[in-house]
């Protein structure tokens, strides 16, 4: 009889600890996944590319050149408002789309539908949408990686290219494997091959941790980026980039040298690229190359933008 009763107390002690363990994972999920509903941002409009409806920002006169601004994580197309209206008045058409995970209509499950190679097409697709055959390309963080694989596999149609903070990939690849500094610094991206928790704990606390992040961007800004995060499956599109793309530093991911005039601007206070990967780019571009060191850190938009914009308009009106 005593040992029945144990086997009942172990028994409800397990449905116990089974039952707290679900309550646990799906609070840990309903936070990680979202709460609001998609939505497309009421200064955007909407280009079907690949299957796929991006949310695009854009301003200026079609028939003038054109400039493609790809964003970052965790930012959207709203980090480039300031340098697209600067860039109108320069006589230039200008074209920011919320990338995949980022644009309500472009969410998908998969983790590998954010490989490169989609983020690249969808790029090269919403500007054939637009009537766009060739433009100048400008990128920051995750953007600045579609930005170098598109220079590298698309340089009949990119006029010049301009990286924000990161260096070219096979750079990083080699950096992050062969550097002790840069690898330690990225251990934020083999903390994100883990499902679900990285999400929890950025959103968590009505996202607490990513409120953090921006201490350079400005109140309009801040409110646009948490119009999008809390919006359900943003976060896991936006990390699954990281998860998609791991084999690309971890492995290499055998990219051409970039054939097309290329600015790279960089600031030397970023915790999350070390400098070994950006004194290796040098070797991976195979036209004019033009390097810039900032005493700034990583929002580089935003510390630094007389300076990124005066650079970066210098490099679109350089003669090829």
Request: aromatic share 14%; charged share 20%.
């Amino acid at each position: 009889m005593k040992r029945k009763r144990l086997l009942r107390i172990f028994g409800l002690l397990l449905a116990l600890l089974v039952v707290i363990a679900l309550i646990g994972f799906f609070h840990i999920r309903s936070v990680a996944i979202g709460k609001l509903e998609a939505s497309v941002p009421a200064d955007c409009q909407v280009i079907e590319a690949n299957g796929y409806n991006f949310s695009t920002l854009i301003s200026g006169n079609p028939d003038s050149t054109a400039v493609v601004l790809l964003h970052g994580f965790p930012e959207s197309s709203a980090m480039w408002k300031r340098t697209m209206a600067d860039l109108n008045q320069a006589g230039y058409y200008t074209i920011a789309p919320d990338q995949r995970g980022y644009s309500a209509g472009a969410r998908p499950k998969a983790i590998e539908e954010y490989k490169l190679q989609h983020l690249g097409k969808d790029i090269i697709e919403i500007a054939k949408q637009l009537g766009v055959e060739q433009f100048h390309l400008v990128g920051h963080d995750w953007g600045s990686g579609v930005g170098w694989f598109i220079a590298a596999q698309y340089p009949d149609q990119v006029l010049s290219y301009t990286s924000l903070s990161v260096p070219h990939l096979e750079a990083f690849g080699r950096a992050y494997r062969e550097d002790s500094l840069q690898h330690n610094a990225s251990g934020y991206i083999r903390n994100f091959q883990i499902p679900l928790l990285p999400e929890y704990y950025m959103a968590r606390g009505d996202y607490k941790l990513m409120r953090g992040f921006y201490n350079r961007q400005g109140p309009a800004e801040i409110e646009a980026y948490f119009n999008l995060f809390p919006q359900k499956h943003v976060l896991t599109g936006a990390i699954n980039w990281y998860r998609a793309n791991f084999d690309a530093f971890d492995q290499g991911i055998n990219l051409p040298a970039v054939q097309v005039p290329t600015l790279y601007i960089w600031g030397n206070k970023d915790r999350a690229l070390q400098r070994s990967g950006v004194e290796m780019t040098e070797e991976y571009v195979e036209d004019y190359y033009r390097f810039v060191e900032l005493e700034a850190g990583h929002w580089l938009v935003q510390e630094s933008y007389d300076t990124v914009y005066a650079e970066l308009l210098a490099h679109l009106k350089r003669p090829n």
